[in-house]
């Protein structure tokens, strides 16, 4: 059979996709782009925003009618719309959806194909592809085949859930508690990405930075960087990326890990949420902007030639006019490469929604969003000037227009055109125009493809 998977949100999400079509694999079925050809399809939720929520929705009462057409088709749920806990609730809403997968659990999926008589049958009738499956150790990854040898750049979850618990967050309630995976889960994964020809991978966790804290005297991460980074080495996987940091948790030691090792990138992804103390508190972020402050200096220090990325939220709860221009300032003073953007919305039994009047306006949240956007880009597009004429290193990861896609190692994107297939290779690329999202460049003339220098931060 053929089955779709349509994902929503975050690279975690992206992952746990991954990880149901690998198991999906396992069992004999492939993927396909179009969902009105799938026999399965699932829609990979996000809740994060009313807004990805209603999407969601959307997609799935499409699906309905597709299956009013075909009963045979199996519909599933996955992801923090469905939850940690028994969905009763979607169950009564969606009586047309067959498999409700919680997040990073696609074994109700597995479960509901094998219990088919004909699925039954058909894996019985398929030795070689029981055999394939057989053969996976615990933390490995089947690519579909269409990926294989041809995915780039792959995400691995090192940390599922969240105990942390900002005011306005829903995932812990939805992703469940914070859990490490095991080394050796992780080193599998990583491996088996390696030798179906994956060359980045991106070590993801809601606090990434708090790998191993639930496991007494148990690896950290700047421990298991170190492992990965080996691992990396020996089998040919490139670089090596890590998301998303928390301030208090993103220590000195993890960032002289990535400032010594080579194959770590110079990226760090580490959310102010807001500019101002009392802002802070109400989130229950647990630092001071000074303490941001100081956090990006000292990371500048020891990797000068990073990029830092954020994440803001504007029109939280009790926001006024002066808060917002504490983050306003913050950022303008900081210059972060990239801002990940969000306006405020009360998500269910998250503290905010509960105790807190949800009293910044919309058309004032749209305001501010926009302040925020227009000085971002000028701040982006002053950082991306600065590499003009600079001769970089790029990760080329597929071909869109006639032109080469790919990103540097502080994962800036670049475009520039050549002959052959370059998928997957670390080319040098001359900088010759830039934008505020994204960089245009050339190969050299006269400097040979595996003579270059390795690119440093312009400064």
Known sequence: MKYHIWTMGCQMNAADSQRLASELERLGHHATDDPDAADIMVVNTCV????????AYGRLGQMAKLKEKDPHRIIGVMGCLVGVKDPLHLRKRLPYVDVFMAPSEPQPMVDFLLSREEELAYVAADRQQRERRDALQDGEILLPLHEQGRLVSAHVPVVYGCSHAC?????????GVERSRSVGEIVAHVRSLAQQGVKE???????????????????DLADLLRIVHDVAEEHGVQRVRFLTSHPNWMSERILRTVAELPRLMPQIEVPIQAGDDEV??????????????????????????VAIHTDVI???????????????????????????????SPRPNTV??????DDVPQEEKERRHAMIEALQEQVSLKINERWLGTTVEVLV?????????????????????AEGDLRGQLVPVEIVATTAWSMRGRLPQTQPADEFPVPVMPA
């Open 48 to 55: 994060v925003r009313q807004q990805a929520e209603d999407k």
């Open 167 to 175: 005011t306005f967050c829903i995932i812990p309630f939805r992703r």
């Open 201 to 219: 991978v991106t070590l993801l966790g809601q606090i990434v930075d708090r790998y191993g804290k639930d496991i007494p005297d148990g690896p």
């Open 280 to 305: 802070l508190a109400r989130m229950k972020r647990g630092y001071t902007v000074d303490e941001y402050r100081r956090l990006i200096d000292r990371i500048r220090q020891i990797i000068p030639d």
């Open 314 to 344: 504007v029109g939280f709860c009790g926001e006024t006019e002066a808060q917002f221009m504490g983050t306003y300032r913050i950022l303008e003073e900081l210059k972060l490469d990239k801002v990940h953007l969000a306006k405020y």
């Open 352 to 357: 905010s929604e509960r105790r807190m009047a």
């Open 397 to 417: 990861e597929e071909q869109n227009r006639g032109k080469w896609a790919g990103r540097t190692p502080q994962n800036k994107l670049v475009f520039f055109e």
